[in-house]
């Protein structure tokens, strides 16, 4: 037995007061998980309300939040120091939720169709939709539920699982888009959360948007990208010339050559940030990377998976594999672009690495500091796309002081920026609160869309990584300038 | 409908797993129905945990008689023929349904349903969903429910049944925050499933407390068999506050092994025959006596090991287990499991007949609540299709109850009032409910459990009463419910030790260590022992 303190959110609607933490002291053996302690806390106080059932991560009923990340309590094994909250979900007491409200959104199986379990195949494809216990994490977390009328993830599970039923008769496809298809931001926070590691975002939702547009229920924001693709290859407007037209194919770095990438740059960044690009490239050439710009590649095809447009696909993915095949690492500098690129390609002959991902690996120079506090936006296609989380903080640190604040979308992936413009804006005040609560003077982020669409909903300046880099070396270069007898550092 | 602030419907079912959600789809067929259920609906009882399978005879080769002749042979003779025959006859027509609603069930190399060998059993005849059966099945009839009228009540336990001339009426309930609330009804269904968390190493989840049991029999119907309780061969040992986390007999259906801690196949001292796949009963004993005799693992188990399968085998087919077992830190694939018996079954129950009438008019009951369908030992699998066949049977005759006035009259104001006083007494009391449980918990482990013996069974039902008598403490209206909870459980654990000091036999799942072990099940002179607020005994064959 060994003792561990928790801090247990508690809450009483009588009460009129807001939840607070309350910290207890219980004995647990090892392996104990959150749910034995809780088991132990109601013992001493048996006023504490939770809900919990089978104990064996089946019935989905002990879900909560354990150090802001939601689980079952009765599988995540609890530690000194835990602290338990209820999700983000309306909270009826203590650690219960209001659920039977969300679970009701789910849609049931409408029999009438065929009568007998269909053939082996679409079992299995139906099985790997079957498992969701509604525990109600993927709702809590689901950033377009908290601003629109969306069902949730595990609800478009759920119509993926019966519209591929030949058993089911409901119009699945249909029911989906009236139940918020568009809504969905594609920011993987669902997947993230699930127990039962279900990606609704890849699973369901794409298919869904796959299906309907089979079906002509593409959105026409949506559907103009997908032409804009076909005739120009780009997924936006040629209102300049595009960066990767105006580069060099080869830029060789100011010192000797530590390393060489081939640049994947993007849509966005070729033709709406390209002065971003253009800063990423010093940053590169400054760390003696050699910057290959390949002048043959396309969109990426993000916005096309994203929004269920698979029609041209497949010849963007074979242009873009010949145009960056010569080259061992492509680098990318989009969020987006680079979780496709990792995801959607299937096996590429080269590795694919993020901009952060490549300046940790090669390390820089030290730049100066900045006397600076910025906060960190997580592109979601980043943290949860890729994985890269800690790489663009230790960048950031290396130039200004870095405050957190909780990683959340801010409304401009999958399609919702273009299809659902409403539920974009309402995301990004979400997050002009979050950014002001920090206090921080500006805000960093690794991701062109996140960059542009944050930009709208802060008074803060919005700047990439490599963009603060850049800046602390222009101040280095300064202050050597300015003391010549100084050696640098 | 509503009278005298009570709310009244045709039928009322109480418990919402396999057999209650089946039983209220049924009566919906008949009139208006409420659902009572102590969980969120849905995610309650055992049946959403229930891992391995459904029995049904599908295909050519395989027959309902032998399907009985499983269930009878498994049951040690003491199930009741006219319910195994409804068992083995309905149980295809029930899994064909579920499969019209929607159930996706996994498909083998043939055509149709895949159906794997379970302990016991002649023909390969367990139907499966992985290794969630049960939550694939809940997930289907929760369905099929949101498109009926039910009336569904979550989160509000029956603590009460309401009698009125000697009838069933309907029950008390309290909600979340503790309101006591009444429900009345021209048929009751009882579908309340097992109560094992009696004992200190249980499957079941924490709705696992008997409460049918203790309902039925405090309102006058009569249990049957209490004593004949299935420990499950396989329970998990680690972590200590998960034991007896149950490991699906499905890993002993798709090859796993049982090893001792001397790396032996021990089985065939036991079933050299069936090994593995004996009946459970067997299985349970046989790891039981390698404990006891010193050849079991440090912790006390057995190794169970899966590591000659595939790992895409094992992902394929066992899919919860590896993911249960890996969140404690082994890998099934690399490692073997450690395991030890577990219990998890309550064969016994409210005496029914084929239509799920139990003793007291108006009162039904279906699934693991009710006795005689398994007699002394469940084979794996039929407690999934009991749920179905009986759940509808039970809702069927419980909706074909005449319509009768329904109202709160002096009798059940009086039941009422006892009921208020009761509560008063707990938030009067003195002893946490949870530290009572505890003790019960241990006391029936020790005394009334794998290997039995009358002094021991005596002393568990000594102290079981001591228990049943301390004056639970409720610290709040909410805390109500687990003060009736906990007396539940005192009652069912009277129950079994009353039953099993009854029976002066060794019968199935019942180990009595100073009795005549050696009579064969089929000649036995006993029948059910039962138990009533009126009479007590045990059957004997003339």
């Not at chain 1, 949506?222 to 990767?244: M, N, Q, Y």
């Not at chain 2, 009426?169 to 499933?193: C, H, I, M, N, W």
């Not at chain 2, 006391?443 to 002094?455: K, L, P, S, V």
């Amino acid at each position: 037995m060994a003792a561990v303190t928790i801090r247990v959110s508690r809450f009483d609607p009588a009460s009129g007061e807001p939840a607070r933490l309350v910290p207890y002291t219980v004995e647990v053996r090892e392996g104990a998980r959150v749910l034995h302690a809780l088991h132990a806390v109601h013992e001493q106080d048996p006023t504490l309300a939770y809900r919990y059932c089978c104990g064996s991560g089946q019935c989905g009923s002990c879900a909560v939040r354990v150090n802001g990340r939601p689980g079952l309590a009765c599988m995540l094994p609890v530690a000194d120091g835990d602290v338990v909250e209820p999700l983000d979900l309306p909270v009826v007491r203590d650690l219960v939720v209001d659920l039977v409200p969300r679970l009701a959104r789910i849609a049931a199986f409408l029999p009438g169709g065929e009568q007998d379990l269909p053939d082996r195949e679409t079992v299995e494809a139906l099985k790997d939709l079957c498992h969701c216990i509604e525990c109600g994490s993927c709702i809590s977390v689901c950033p377009a539920v908290t601003v629109t009328d969306f069902a949730g993830p595990t609800a478009m599970r759920q119509l993926e699982r019966l519209r591929l039923d030949p058993r089911d008769t409901g119009d699945r496809t249909l029911l989906a888009t009236e139940e918020g298809l568009f809504c969905c931001t594609s920011c993987q926070a669902c997947a993230e959360v699930c127990p039962k590691e279900i990606r609704i975002p890849g699973k369901a939702i794409e298919r869904l948007r796959a299906e309907a547009n089979r079906r002509g229920m593409t959105l026409p924001r949506h559907a103009e990208v997908a032409a804009l693709v076909r005739k120009t290859g780009r997924s936006v407007d040629r209102t300049i010339t595009p960066l990767f037209e105006r580069v060099e194919s080869v830029l060789e770095p100011y010192g000797p050559v530590r390393g060489e990438v081939a640049f994947f740059i993007g849509c966005i960044y070729s033709m709406r940030l390209p002065e971003t690009a253009l800063d990423a490239i010093e940053v590169l050439r400054r760390n003696g990377i050699r910057v290959i710009v390949p002048k043959e590649q396309v969109c990426c095809g993000s916005p096309l998976i994203r929004t269920g447009q698979l029609a041209d696909l497949a010849r963007l993915q074979a242009t873009n594999r010949a145009a960056l095949a010569p080259y061992p690492i492509v680098m990318t500098m989009c969020a987006g672009c680079g979780s496709t690129l990792k995801h959607d390609y299937g096996n590429l002959p080269f590795r694919v690495m993020d901009f952060n991902e490549v300046l940790a690996e090669f390390g820089i120079e030290p730049p100066a500091r900045l006397p600076l506090t910025v906060t960190y936006h997580d592109p979601c296609h980043l943290l949860r796309g890729q994985g890269i989380s800690e790489q663009p903080r230790a960048l950031i640190r290396e130039v200004a002081d870095l405050v957190e604040m909780e990683a959340r979308c801010c409304g401009s992936g999958g399609g919702v920026k273009a299809g659902n413009p409403a539920e974009a804006e309402a995301l990004g005040e979400r997050r002009r609160e979050a950014i002001a609560a920090t206090g921080a003077e500006q805000v960093i982020t690794s991701c062109p869309f996140c960059e542009f669409h944050i930009r709208a909903h802060t008074d803060r300046p919005v700047r990439h990584v490599a963009s603060l880099l850049l800046e602390g070396y222009k101040k280095k270069d300064a202050e050597a300038a300015s003391a010549p007898d100084q050696p640098s550092g | 409908m509503v009278e005298n602030g009570a709310t009244a419907a045709h039928v009322l079912v109480i418990g919402s797993g396999g057999a209650g959600v089946r039983a209220a789809i049924e009566a919906a067929e008949h009139g208006s129905v409420v659902l009572l259920s102590k969980t969120i609906a849905g995610k309650g009882g055992c049946t959403p945990m229930a891992e391995g399978g459904y029995n049904a005879v599908l295909r050519e080769g395989d027959d309902p008689a032998l399907h009985a002749a499983d269930t009878l042979k498994g049951g040690a003779y003491l199930n009741d023929p006219a319910l195994v025959d409804a068992l083995v006859t309905e149980a295809p027509d029930r899994m064909r349904e579920l499969l019209a609603w929607g159930a996706v069930f996994d498909v083998g190399s043939e055509e149709g349903v895949a159906q794997r060998p379970f302990g016991g059993q002649q023909r390969p005849r367990t139907c499966y969903a992985g290794d969630r059966t049960g939550h694939e099945m809940m997930v289907t009839l929760m369905d099929r429910l949101a498109a009926t009228d039910v009336e569904v009540v979550h989160e509000c336990a029956a603590v009460e049944l309401l009698l009125e001339a000697g009838r069933c009426k309907g029950a008390a309930a309290l909600d979340s925050e503790g309101r006591l609330g009444v429900y009345l009804a021209d048929g009751v269904v009882l579908a309340t499933g097992g109560g094992t968390r009696v004992y200190d190493i249980s499957t079941n989840s924490s709705s696992g407390t008997g409460d049918g049991y203790a309902l039925g029999y405090r309102a006058g119907a009569e249990v049957i068999d209490m004593e004949m309780v299935q420990f499950h061969p396989t329970g998990a040992i680690q972590p200590y506050d998960a034991r007896g986390r149950l490991v699906t007999e499905a890993v002993r259906g798709e090859g796993g092994r049982l090893l001792n801690r001397l790396g032996e196949r021990f089985m065939s001292r036991y079933d050299p025959e069936r090994m593995e796949l004996s009946t459970r009963d067997v299985v349970a004993r046989a790891i039981a006596t390698e404990v006891l005799e010193g050849r079991g693992t440090e912790r006390g188990g057995v190794w169970l090991d899966v590591t000659h399968l595939s790992p895409g085998e094992i992902e394929r087919r066992l899919p919860i287990m590896l993911e249960q077992f890996l969140a404690f830190g082994v890998d099934i694939r690399t490692e073997p499991m450690e395991v030890a018996p577990t219990a998890h079954h309550i064969m016994g129950g409210l005496r029914i007949t084929p239509d799920c009438a139990t003793t007291l008019p108006g009162l039904y009951a279906a699934g693991e609540c009710s006795g005689g369908v398994h007699g002394a030992n469940r084979l794996g699998g039929n407690a999934l299709a009991e749920t179905q066949v009986f759940g509808r049977r039970a809702g069927r005759s419980a909706g074909l109850e005449p319509e009768r006035p329904k109202g709160v009259t002096p009798a059940i104001e009086r039941q009422l009032g006892a009921l208020r006083l009761r509560f008063d007494d707990y938030l009067d009391g003195e002893v946490p409910p949870p530290s009572v449980v505890r003790r019960l918990r241990q006391t029936m482990w020790q005394g009334a459990g794998i290997f039995r013996d009358e002094a021991g069974l005596a002393g568990a039902l000594a102290g079981v009463e001591l228990l049943k008598n301390q004056r639970l403490f409720a610290a709040t209206e909410r805390n109500l419910l687990e003060c009736c909870t906990a007396a539940n459980q005192c009652l069912l654990a009277s129950l079994i030790c009353r039953a099993a000091l009854l029976r002066p036999e060794c019968r199935g799942a019942h180990m009595r260590r100073d009795a005549d072990c050696s009579t064969p099940p089929n000649a036995s002179r006993y029948g059910h022992t039962f138990l009533s607020l009126t009479r007590e005994g045990i059957e004997e064959v003339a």
